[in-house]
Each structure stands twice: as C-alpha cells, then as structure tokens.
C-alpha cells in the first residue's frame, strides 16, 4: 500500500511562512512528477506547484516569488510559503506520480491533505 503524509500545515499571521513536508512511502519502484495542490471551500483543487524528478519546478502566477518547491529524494517533496496572504487559505494536498511494485505503469497518488490558515 502506498502512502502519502503531509505535515506542516497551520495558523499563521499574513506574512508569516509556513514549511509543507509530504513523504511517500510501500512499495515505490519510482517517483516521477511531484507537487502541490490547494482547494479552498467553494473553489476547485488547483495546482500550486509541481516539480519534476530532476527538479525543474513550476508554479501557480498567484504564488511565484512565494512559495518555493523542492524534493531531497525520489520520496519526500516540500513546499516553503512565505509571505503567505489569507487568500493562501486552504487544504494542501501533496500529488505523486508513482510507479509501484506489481504494476506496469505510474498512477497518480493523494495525499490526505494539510489545512493551512492565514488570519490576524
């Protein structure tokens, strides 16, 4: 079985930072694409940020210069928010793309998701 845990979530003041840390584990032959996703109540999951297996990032226009993304291993994926803006409030979801023992392609994994709150 595979898992994704996120954690790092949180209340924080506008223009405070938060650190997202999302870790995959079972049994993972490979890690491909990894990223970031939100949803706020009312709105649709959007991508945050996403980064490839050999690192090339990409972001959402609302985060850039923001967030930056980041992975240390085939396994585990980070997401640093500064300057976060209550707007920014939402669960995060951390996605994998994962190709795991017994089967002949990637699938596309879901984290449980991360509730992060920005207010005074």
């Known amino acids: 079985q595979v898992r994704l845990v996120e954690s790092g979530g949180g209340l924080v003041q506008p223009g405070g930072s938060l650190r997202l840390s999302c870790v995959a584990s079972?049994?993972?032959?490979?890690?491909?694409?990894m990223g970031w996703y939100r949803q706020a109540p009312g709105n649709e999951r959007e991508l945050v940020a996403g980064?490839?297996?050999?690192?090339?990032a990409n972001y959402a226009d609302s985060v850039k210069g923001r967030f930056t993304i980041s992975r240390d291993n085939a396994k585990t994926v980070y997401l640093q928010m500064n300057s976060l803006k209550p707007e920014d409030t939402a669960v995060y979801y951390c996605?994998?793309?994962?190709?795991?023992?017994?089967?002949?392609?990637?699938?596309?994994?879901w984290g449980q998701g991360t509730q992060v709150t920005v207010s005074s």
């Open positions: 980064i490839t297996s050999g690192g090339i």
């Open positions: 996605n994998a793309v994962l190709r795991v023992v017994g089967a002949s392609t990637p699938k596309n994994y």
């Open positions: 079972g049994w993972i032959v490979s890690a491909h694409d």
